[in-house]
């Protein structure tokens, strides 16, 4: 599996659309995560190869064959470790933001209060 196509965010927006929505379409999970459906099907297939998720057929009407996309037990164990991972790196960009906001807030004070002594 390419690791820098299948990023922890992508498995994890993966994960969560397929357990919430199996019975969504390629087209459709590319469109709500927002990639090409090239991409989209080989995450699919990657994620299908390795056994975390699983493609049945059903049939939405008399006239179309669909497919739903169920995770494995497999699957949900490692949406778990993929949710915590995603979760510590937001955690580290949102400190790493507070302090970049902290120090634009200082950096505006001063040129402020450079500008009301001029």
């Known amino acids: 599996m390419n690791d820098s196509v299948l990023t922890d965010e992508t498995r994890y ?52 064959l669909g497919y739903v996309y169920i995770l494995t037990p497999k699957g949900i164990a490692e949406k778990s470790r993929v949710t915590a991972r995603f979760l510590a790196r937001k955690e580290a960009e949102y400190e790493e933001l ?13 040129a402020q209060s450079a500008d009301t002594r001029s």
């Open 13 to 64: 927006r993966l994960f969560k659309l397929v357990e919430e929505h199996p019975e969504m379409s390629q087209r459709e999970l590319a469109q709500a995560m927002g990639v090409s459906v090239g991409k989209l099907n080989y995450c699919l297939k990657a994620l299908i190869n390795v056994g975390m998720i699983k493609m049945g057929n059903f049939t939405r009407s008399s006239h179309k």
């Open 98 to 110: 507070k302090a970049e906001i902290e120090v634009l807030r200082t950096e505006a004070n001063i």
